[in-house]
C-alpha cells in the first residue's frame, strides 16, 4: 500500500474502476462469482472442523514436538453461526466454549475455535470456510483473483472453489489439463473476510499457540497484495484483522500472561530497512545466523512492545508510512519492496495465585491483594524447575514486492532488477525444497541467494506454519504473469514444513525478566511499606525523610505499573480496542491507603491525556475536508496529495515559527537582563543626583550664613567706628575687667589689628590680641587642633570666601540682640576648622 506521497505520471496508469462496475461487465464466470454473496460461498464449502490439541512442555529445553497431522476436524455443534454470537466485548457467551478453560492444554491450539469471527467483523458471512485440506506439514496456499479492470473479458475460470483455469475467451493460454490449477481455496469476491478466515486466522491462532507462522502475498505487480495485506479503512486486509485476533486470543485465553513485541522491516535493493526507525544512520538491519537449524537473528531492529490494539496500530501506521512506494506503468502506488511486519508474542502460563499473591503483594496488615483467586493452577508439567517454561514464537506478514517487467523509468527499472532477482531466488528455494521433500533428497538449497530468503530460512527449511496467498490480476493482457504466479504457487505446495512449537524455561525472555523485576520491585515496596507502619520506626522521621520515602515509594509504584502493564491477561487486555471504553475496573479493598491514592493519582491522569486526545481528535476530524463517497479514485488521490503538501508547508511554517519564538525569547532574555542593569544605572544615577540636590542646597545655605555674616560684620564695623568716633572705648574700657586704654579711633585699629592678628594666626595657633591696642579684648580659642569634617564653605573657594565670615561675636553688653544673633552663628564651622570665639 502506497502511504507516502507517490509520484504520479500521466500515462499509462488508468484509475480502477469501481469494483461493481467491474463485477457487473466482467467475464461471465467471474461475474457469477463475483455476485455471489459470501454465504453463497459458505454454503459452496461445507465446513468440517476437528479440535486440534497442541501438546506443551515442562522441558527446559527446547521439545521437539513430533510433526502433527492434517488439521482434522468435523464442525462443532458448540460453534455459533451467527457472527452476532461470536463477537468479542459485552460478555459474549459464546467464548467460553471456544477456549475451554478447563484444561490449560485444551486452550491453546482450539481449531474449533478457529473459524469463529473474533473480531466482530461483519463484513464476511462466509466465517465456516473448512480446513480440511489444510494440513499443517503443508504450506496453505490460496489464489485471491483481483476485480477485472474495465470492461475486459477476465482471462481466469474458477469452476469451483479450489480450481482455478484460463477461460474459454483466453487467447494467451488455453484451458488444459496442465493448466488446470487446484489449491487451498480461491477467492474472487472483493470481502477480505472470508479469505483471513481460510488462509490467515489458522495461522494466528498457531502462532497464539507457540508456532512461528508466515502469511505472505505472492504475485505480479498491481494484482492486489498490499489490498491484501493491508487493505483499506472500509476493507481491512489480513495484518489489521490478525491484530485484533491476536487481542481477542488473550482475552479468551485466562490462563495465560503474554508480552508481545513487534518490528517492520522492508527490503528494499537488497538492503534492509527499519521502518521504525528510519532516520537512524550507521549500520542499519543485519541478519545473523542462519545456518543449519538456527534461527535468524535480525541484529539492530527495533522491536517495540505493544500493550493494546490501539498502540500496535500505531505503530502499523509509522511503518507502513514509511515503506518504500511510487508509481509505476502498472500501479499507481506500487510498492517497492519486500515488507516484513514481524510480531514476537512470549507466554507462559499464570502462576499460582495464592502463591503470586504472597510473594508479590504483602500489604501492611499482613493481608494478600485478592484479585487472582478463581485462576487455574498450572499442571506440574509445566513447573519446570528454576521457574516456568515460556513459549516464544514469531508471526511474520509479508507483502513482497510485485514481479513486473521493465518499465519507462530507469530507477523503477533498477527496483524492478532487485525485485525480479530476489523473487527469482524465492522461486528457487521453493523449487528445490519441493524436489527435496518428493524425492526425499537434500540438495542445497540457495537461502543465501537474497536478503529475504536467508531472512526467511528458519521459516521455509519447515519450522513455520506458513501460509501464501498468491495474487492474481484477471486482465488478458497479465495472463502471462499469472500463469508463472500460479506455477509458483503450485510448487511451494509442495515444500514440506514441520513446525516446531519452542517452550524453555527461557530466564532471558522478556517477559520473565519483567515479571521477575516486578516481583522484586513489589517486594522491595513491601518492605518500605512495613517500614512506614506506626511503631514500626524507631525514631521520627525529619519532613524532609519522609518526603524522600513517599517520593521512592511512589517511583516503585509507578514502575510496577509501567511493567505490569506490559504483560497482558485475559483481563488487563481489555477488549483489545483502546478506543471503545474498558470495562470497569475492580477495586481491590485490601491495598494501603497509599496505593489507593497513586492509583486514583494515576487514573485522573490518563482520564486527563484522554480527554486531550478526544479533542485533538475532535480538532482534526473537524478539520478534514468534505469529500463525496462517489468521488474518482484520482480525485481523491490528488486531494490527498494537496493535503500533505499543505500539511508539509503548515508544519514548515510551525517549524520556523518555533525558531523564531526560540530567537525571540533569548532576545526577550537579554533584554531583561540589561533592562535589570538598566534599571540599576538609573537608581544609582538618580541617588547621585539626590546626593548633588543636597549640596546645592546646603551651598545655598551656607551662602546665605555668608551673606548675613557679611552684613554683621559692616553693622559692627559701622558700630565700632561710631564707638570710637564718640570716644566711648573708654568709658567701655573703664566697666571692662581689663584695663583699656582709650584713644581716638583705637576701636577701628583694634579692629584692623584683630584683622591682622587673624590673618597672621594661621599659624600660629593661639593669638590674643593686646589689650592695649584696642578697647575689645578679643580672644581665639585656637586650642582645637583637631580637624572637623570640612564644611561646603570649605569647598568653596579661597576667594568666595570671607574671612569676616568665620568670626563670632558674643555681646558682652547688652549691645546686643543682634551680636547675640550672630553668637548663634559662632557654631558654623569655619574653614580652618577651628572654633574662632569673638569677646566683646
Ligand atoms: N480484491 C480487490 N478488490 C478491489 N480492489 C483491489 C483488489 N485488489 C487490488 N485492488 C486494487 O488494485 C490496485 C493495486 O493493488 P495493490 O497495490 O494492492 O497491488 P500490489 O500487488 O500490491 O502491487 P505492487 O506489487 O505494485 O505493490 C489498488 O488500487 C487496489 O485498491
Not at 601 to 625: F, G, V
Amino acid at each position: 500500500m502506497a502511504t507516502t506521497s507517490a509520484v504520479k505520471r500521466s500515462a499509462p496508469f488508468t484509475p480502477r474502476t469501481t469494483r461493481s462496475t467491474a463485477a457487473a461487465t466482467a467475464d461471465r464466470d467471474l461475474s457469477s462469482r463475483l455476485a455471489r454473496t459470501p454465504s453463497a460461498t459458505t454454503a459452496l464449502l461445507p465446513s468440517t472442523h476437528k479440535k486440534y490439541k497442541a501438546p506443551l512442555s515442562a522441558e527446559a529445553r527446547t521439545r521437539k514436538v513430533p510433526t502433527l497431522p492434517s488439521v482434522p476436524g468435523s464442525p462443532s455443534k458448540s460453534r455459533p453461526t451467527s457472527r452476532a454470537g461470536s463477537r468479542m466485548g459485552g460478555g459474549s457467551p459464546a467464548l467460553t466454549p471456544m477456549f475451554p478453560q478447563q484444561d490449560v492444554e485444551d486452550s491453546l491450539v482450539d481449531f474449533q475455535s478457529v473459524g469463529v469471527d473474533l473480531t466482530g467483523d461483519d463484513s464476511g458471512g462466509d466465517i465456516g470456510i473448512p480446513f480440511d485440506g489444510v494440513a499443517v506439514d503443508k504450506v496453505m496456499v490460496s489464489v485471491r483473483v483481483r476485480p477485472p479492470n474495465g470492461f475486459t473479458p477476465a482471462a481466469w475460470t474458477t469452476p469451483d472453489a479450489n480450481t482455478i483455469h484460463p477461460s474459454s475467451n483466453n487467447s494467451v493460454s488455453a484451458p488444459t489439463p496442465a493448466n488446470r490449477f487446484t489449491f487451498d481455496t480461491i477467492h474472487i469476491v472483493d470481502n477480505t473476510a472470508p479469505l483471513y478466515v481460510a488462509a490467515a486466522r489458522p495461522h494466528v491462532h498457531a502462532f497464539m499457540s507457540g508456532y512461528n507462522a508466515v502469511v505472505f502475498a505472492y504475485g505480479q505487480t498491481a494484482s492486489g497484495k498490499t489490498y491484501t495485506l493491508s487493505g483499506t479503512p472500509e476493507e481491512p486486509g489480513i495484518i489489521p484483522r490478525a491484530l485484533r485476533d491476536i487481542f481477542a486470543f488473550i482475552r479468551a485465553t485466562p490462563s495465560r500472561e503474554y508480552l508481545l513485541r513487534c518490528s517492520y522491516l522492508e527490503i528494499y535493493n537488497e538492503t534492509i530497512y527499519d521502518l521504525l526507525a528510519p532516520g537512524v544512520q550507521g549500520k542499519g538491519v543485519e541478519i545473523q545466523g542462519g545456518g543449519a537449524g538456527n534461527e535468524v537473528i535480525l541484529s539492530g531492529l527495533r522491536e517495540e512492545v505493544v500493550t493494546s490494539l490501539a498502540s500496535v496500530r500505531e505503530v502499523l501506521r509509522r511503518g507502513e508510512g514509511n515503506r518504500r512506494t511510487a508509481s509505476t506503468d502498472w500501479n499507481e502506488r506500487s510498492s517497492r519492496s519486500h515488507s516484513v511486519f514481524r510480531i514476537v508474542c512470549e507466554s507462559r502460563e499464570r502462576g499460582d495465585p495464592s502463591e503470586e499473591d504472597r510473594s508479590s503483594t504483602p500489604t501492611m496488615n499482613g493481608r494478600h491483594t485478592p484479585g487472582l483467586s478463581g485462576r487455574q493452577t498450572p499442571g506440574p508439567r509445566l513447573q519446570a524447575k528454576g521457574g516456568r517454561s515460556v513459549q516464544t514464537s514469531v508471526l511474520s506478514l509479508i507483502d513482497l514486492a510485485g514481479s513486473e517487467k521493465a518499465t519507462s523509468d530507469k530507477e523503477r527499472t533498477r527496483e524492478g532488477r532487485y525485485i525480479n532477482t530476489s523473487l527469482l531466488t524465492l522461486g528457487t528455494v521453493i523449487s528445490t525444497l519441493a524436489e527435496n521433500a518428493a524425492k526425499g533428497k537434500s540438495d542445497h538449497v540457495p537461502y543465501r541467494n537474497s536478503k529475504l530468503t536467508r531472512m526467511l530460512q528458519p521459516s521455509l527449511a519447515g519450522n513455520a506454519r506458513i501460509s501464501v496467498v498468491c495474487t492474481i490480476n484477471p486482465d488478458m493482457g497479465a495472463v502471462s504473469e499469472s500463469m508463472s504466479t500460479l506455477q509458483f504457487a503450485r510448487r511451494i505446495k509442495g515444500v514440506q514444513l514441520n513446525a516446531q512449537k519452542k517452550e524453555i524455561v527461557d530466564t532471558d525472555a522478556l517477559i520473565e525478566r519483567y515479571r521477575k523485576e516486578i516481583e522484586d520491585l513489589k517486594q522491595r515496596l513491601a518492605e518500605r511499606e512495613q517500614e512506614a507502619a506506626p511503631n514500626a520506626r524507631t525514631r521520627r522521621l525529619s519532613a524532609r525523610e519522609q518526603i524522600d520515602e513517599s517520593q521512592a515509594m511512589t517511583d516503585l509504584n509507578s514502575r510496577i505499573k509501567q511493567l505490569t502493564k506490559l504483560i497482558l491477561t485475559s483481563q488487563t487486555v481489555g477488549n483489545g480496542d483502546d478506543s471503545r471504553p474498558g470495562s470497569p475496573v475492580k477495586i481491590d479493598f485490601d491495598m494501603s491507603p497509599y496505593q489507593l491514592q497513586q492509583e486514583l493519582l494515576a487514573s485522573r491522569l490518563q482520564i486527563e491525556s484522554q480527554s486531550n486526545q478526544i479533542l485533538s481528535l475532535e480538532a482534526s476530524l473537524l478539520a478534514r475536508p468534505e469529500l463525496p463517497a462517489s468521488t474518482p479514485e484520482d480525485e481523491k488521490d490528488k486531494l490527498i496529495a494537496e493535503q500533505a503538501r499543505q500539511i508539509r508547508e503548515l508544519e514548515s511554517v510551525v517549524k520556523h515559527h518555533e525558531e523564531h519564538e526560540a530567537q525571540a525569547q533569548s532576545g526577550a532574555d537579554a533584554e531583561q537582563e540589561w533592562q535589570s542593569k538598566l534599571d540599576a544605572e538609573r537608581k544609582v544615577v538618580a541617588e547621585k543626583e539626590a546626593w548633588a540636590a543636597e549640596l546645592v542646597r546646603q551651598l545655598e545655605k551656607e551662602k546665605r550664613t555668608r551673606v548675613q555674616l557679611e552684613d554683621e560684620r559692616r553693622a559692627l564695623a559701622t558700630f565700632v567706628s561710631k564707638f570710637d568716633s564718640l570716644g566711648l572705648g573708654a568709658l567701655s574700657a573703664a566697666s571692662s575687667p581689663v584695663k583699656v586704654m582709650p584713644s581716638p579711633g583705637g576701636a577701628a585699629a583694634a579692629f584692623a589689628s584683630r584683622k591682622g592678628a587673624r590673618l597672621g594666626m594661621q599659624n600660629t595657633g593661639d593669638v590674643t590680641v593686646s589689650r592695649e591696642s584696642s578697647p575689645i579684648r578679643m580672644s581665639l580659642d585656637l586650642s582645637m587642633t583637631g580637624r572637623l569634617p570640612p564644611s561646603l564653605l570649605e569647598q568653596t573657594p579661597e576667594e568666595d570666601w570671607n574671612i569676616l565670615g568665620d568670626v563670632s561675636f558674643e555681646a558682652e553688653s547688652g549691645l546686643g540682640g543682634r551680636a547675640g544673633k550672630g553668637a548663634s552663628k559662632a557654631s558654623t564651622p569655619t574653614r580652618l576648622g577651628k572654633e574662632n570665639r569673638a569677646v566683646y
